[in-house]
């Protein structure tokens, strides 16, 4: 079993910078991948970025490319998600998933969640 606690979610401006954190714990040696999402109420939980803890391939929803980077601290079991450039549309509940499935297609393990909110 895998746990996750996300953390660096606030109020911003527009323009405005945030990081967030997702700190891993439990059998974390063999996830094969870890992700950011996003949910807005009413709407479904939309991906925003994923790393492959094996090689660090990654990948961005195109809403997000050239703004967000995500990352991963392998020694520390956790994964950020840089947001630069943030927008109102950017507002969201952002969950970290964690799986073993390499390919990313799989997310077995969520976070509770950390509110992001520009104005």
């Known amino acids: 079993h895998v746990q996750l606690v996300e953390s660096g979610g606030e109020s911003v401006q527009a323009g405005g910078s945030l990081r967030l954190s997702c700190v891993a714990s439990?059998?974390?040696?063999?996830?094969?991948?870890m992700g950011w999402f996003r949910q807005v109420p009413g709407l479904e939980r939309e991906g925003v970025a994923n790393?492959?803890?094996?090689?660090?391939?990654?990948y961005y929803a195109d809403s997000v490319k050239g703004r967000f980077t995500i990352s991963q601290d392998n020694a520390k079991n956790t994964v950020y998600l840089q947001m630069n450039s943030l927008k109102p549309e950017d507002t969201a509940m952002y969950y970290c998933g964690a799986g073993y499935d390499g390919s990313c297609a799989d997310f077995a393990y969520w976070g509770q969640g950390t509110q992001v909110t520009v104005s």
């Open positions: 790393i492959r803890t094996g090689g660090g391939s990654t």
């Open positions: 439990g059998a974390t040696q063999d996830i094969g991948c």
